[in-house]
């Protein structure tokens, strides 16, 4: 009985190396971070947005989102997303005041990417401003204090509640 285990070889390194080429980098990691953009209102004052995400688990990240438009209309949202596949994706809890909000967050042509299809977490916006946009990649930073932004009401509140509905 002849053995073809030569066969074998091109096509399990060929597999091996498919899988190891198709690995998908952390999320959680890879987003991690302080994002800011600046625009101006008409009156020429700065307005700032701030994205935020910090680690919580090795799957799981607290996101911060702090949005305003140059004409005073505003999104505010914190809460834990899971890492799912290459992004971050926020679903809010039954008892939110927006049960359906669900806001997809990723890196995409070196941008910070936020998408909420269909609109649903509208209503935890001002006016008709809502939570799909981006900022620019180069403006990450490291969490400049990250131990009180941890010890905050809003970091506690969002990990109390995820703790409590796993």
Known sequence: MRRYWWLAGPPLLLAMSLKVGSSIEDPVRALTGHYLSRTTDPQGKRVDSVVEIVPIAARHAYVHFDLHAPDGARCELTGIADAVGPALIYRASRHSS????????RRQDGRLTYVDAGDTCASLCSARDGFDGSMAWGTR???ADSARLRTSQPFLDAVEEWRHLR
């Open 98 to 105: 927006a049960p359906q909000c669900r806001i997809t967050i």
């Open 141 to 143: 930073r490291r969490i």
